[in-house]
Each structure stands twice: as structure tokens, then as C-alpha cells.
């Protein structure tokens, strides 16, 4: 497995599961360890004899433990150990193993049926074009619609309202007053948009330049649902990506018939995590070899979950990706996994420039003005810093022209280590003002940097 500790590490649930996964690393406590291009497994001795098995396409574990996370200690004991080909070594699966992986199998096989069969049907018409529904299913969208068109009523009133008493009237206002109005949009069932009225409440009184920053975000808001009023209008890709951001969802199920397929072999560069309400997110950025599209998996974990799917920043996987309906085409659901992870060791699709990337953010704002982050790889950078007088410390990210953007981290001392001063391809997330380290390359080895931010 062309995996490093660090990796399995970033695996971990919380910092004690870690801990506890690195002292079952031992090959004294694991009996019968064995691997094949499949999955690795072994019976570790605890309370009591654990079977554990690893799937090693997805990083999928199964473990007959009593432990309600995900992974367990057992799980990425054995990942650890399976880092060294040495210490688990390459063996025909038992039958606790094969039945596991068949039923695995069975279940991917009925879901890959499934989804050719809805590609076969392609050009159906979909739920929302009100065709092929039933009484009852047009009278439940039309409640909808009207639902969320009086919350949008309210907002734009609240927004007006707002704009004519002055920003510096809201400097003071509690977290409450933003949330309040954000509960009333998901009551009226458009959370896209409340989610935008909820992060407006970090704003106020964070910089000296938040009231050109709440302007600025109060004034997509208002673009956002004029143009859902006045959806007729616009084009059919930009009419999905207004309706989604208001808060209409598209099933992963629905992909076949409404989304572009893209197969490519797909480089995880980095994620990242946040809460949103009662939620927490993760976001998982690709980015394809072939096609150097890319892509943006949103998943989302409510009581701490664990979420659907693994993606380990640093590997490389085979697949089909569904980009969901819209403008941008960022947004994507990966079907279909091969068991081929491997770890990365170029990036050769990015960005030669800062210029480059920045007329091609640009152009994507042109269709769509309400995406708020970009991949940005960048080839030949340096993380550079500057120290001003009687101030804080700031670092960029440089190209090979002399630009550079501001990095979203207080000390990346890790991305001097791995780069040594010198050029190296990089990833990062840009939000319109900051980059946030992803990833970088340095001697043909990729080292993911979501511990540094």
C-alpha cells in the first residue's frame, strides 16, 4: 500500500482514536495479518479477538469491535501496519474476508446496474418539469414553491430594511439577529440562502473593511433571489445552479439523467471541514488527469456520523464522476471506484501562473457569480513571507513572475520544510481574497497540508 502514516493518520476520527491506532501498530498484538490488492485483514487481541478487514479501494473498514467510530483503533492499526508491505504481507483472503468483500461486491454491482440503467433511460424528463407526477406530487412542489417564494419576500424586506437604518446599525447586533432571520428561510424550506444570511454574522466588526465585505455579500444574496423571480428566464444550466443554491437538492440517484460523466483518474488533493448549523461538512477537492476538470465533493455527517464515502488527500483513484446539473459543473458525486489508489507524485495539470488562474476564476464567475472557492494548482511556486514593521507577519503563495496571493494560515513553517525555499507544484483552495493550503509536491512525494491549516 504506497501510503504513509501520516495519511492513515488523517483517517482518524479525534486525536485519541489516533493515538490508540498508532499502539496497535505492533505486530504482537495481530494474528493471521494478511493482504492482497484487494483489501488487507488480521484479529487483533483485545477484550476480546476483533476481526478486522480493510478495503483498500475505498478505506472502508469493518471491524467486529463494539466501537461506535469510524475507523476504529483497530482499523488504522491495521492501515498502519499495512504501510509496511513488510509487516502484513501479501496473502489469500480467509472466508471471513472473501464473504465480506462479495457482498461488497454484489451491493457495487447492483448500484453500477442501476446507474447504467438510468443512463439508458437518459432524456426522461426529470420531477422538477413537472411532467409524469402525480396529484398529490404537483400540489407538494407547488406548496413549495410558494412557500419559498413568501420566505424570499421576507428576506428581500429584511434586506431593505436593513440597507435604508445603515450597515453601522448591525456592528452591534447579537449572532441571534442574522440567525433569526435564517431560521425563518428554513422554515421556508430555502436553506441555501439561509446558510448565506448565517455566515453574514462573522462579518460584522471582523476587519476594518466589513462594510464593504457585508455589502458585497448582501448584494449576491439580492442577485441570488431576483434571480430565482425571474428563473423563466435564464438559461436551463444556470436555472439548476440558482435552485440548488436556494435550496433545491438533486438526488445522487438523479446524476444519470441530469449530470455529465467524466471517467478520469482522479488526484485527491486535500479536504477540509466545517459546521454548518447542525451539520458538519466536508469538502474533498479532485482534480482529473486527463481532463483537468475540477471537482468539488460535498459530504455531510449529522451527529457524528461518519461520512459516505473516504477520500484520503494524497492518493490517486480510478472512476466516474457525475458532475451535478448546472453552469459551473464543479459540484460532483464519484461512482464506480476501481481498487487502484495509489499515492500521488506530480501534478501536472495545473497553472503556470497566477494570471492564468485568476482569467480562468473569472470566467467561471461569469457564469456563475455566486461560487464562492476555486482550486487553484499552481506550478512552480514558493511559499514566501513578509514581515512588516510594526506588524503582523503575512505569507503568500508566489508564482514564477513575482505574483502571489495571501495565504489563509498563520504559520505554514511545514511548507518551508517540505519545499526548502525552492519551486514545487501546489494546491489550494481560493475563496476571493485568501488562499487555503491543500497539498504540495516537493522530490516526486506529495505531502497534504491539512494539518498545517
Known sequence: MQLSSDQVLALAPDSSSAAAGK????????RNLGQSDEAAWGECQGSALYQVRVELATFTVKCTCPSHKFPCKHGLGLLLLATDANSVPAAEPPDWVKEWLSKRATTSARKQEKQEKQEQEKGGKTAESGNNLTSDQRKRLEKRE??????????????????????????????????????????????????????????????????????????????????????????????????????WNVEKEDLADTGEKVSDEWYVLGQWEYDDDKLRVQK???????SRRPALILQFSAMGRPYAETF?????????????????????????????????????????????????????????????????????????CANYINGPTAWYIRDRTGAALPLRVSAPWQMLAFSGGQPVDFAGEWDGETVLPLGMTAEGIYYPLWRVS
Open 23 to 30: 499502539k496497535l501498530a505492533n505486530v504482537r498484538v495481530w
Open 146 to 247: 410558494a412557500l419559498i417564494a413568501r420566505g424570499l419576500d421576507t428576506l428581500d424586506l429584511w434586506m431593505n430594511d436593513l440597507m435604508r437604518n445603515g450597515l453601522a446599525s448591525v456592528e452591534a447586533q447579537p449572532a441571534t439577529y442574522w440567525e433569526h432571520q435564517a431560521a425563518q428561510l428554513v422554515d421556508a424550506q430555502a436553506a441555501g440562502v439561509a446558510g448565506r444570511v448565517r455566515h453574514l454574522a462573522g462579518i460584522t466588526g471582523s476587519r476594518p473593511d466589513w462594510p464593504d465585505v457585508l455589502l458585497g455579500q448582501l448584494g449576491r444574496i439580492a442577485l441570488l433571489t431576483h434571480a430565482y423571480r425571474h428563473s423563466d428566464t435564464l438559461d436551463a444550466a444556470l436555472r439548476e445552479d440558482v435552485r440548488q443554491l436556494v435550496g
Open 284 to 290: 474533498t477537492w479532485l482534480l482529473g488527469r486527463e
Open 312 to 384: 484520503l488527500p494524497g492518493t490517486r483513484l480510478t472512476g466516474d464522476l457525475y458532475f451535478y446539473p448546472g453552469a459551473a459543473r464543479l459540484r460532483g458525486h464519484l461512482a464506480n471506484r476501481q481498487a487502484n489508489t495509489t499515492a500521488i507524485a506530480d501534478m501536472a495539470m495545473g497553472y503556470a501562473t497566477i494570471e492564468e488562474f485568476l482569467a480562468a476564476r473569472a470566467e467561471l464567475l461569469g457564469r456563475l457569480p455566486w461560487q464562492d472557492s476555486f482550486l487553484l494548482v499552481l506550478h512552480d511556486a514558493i511559499p514566501v
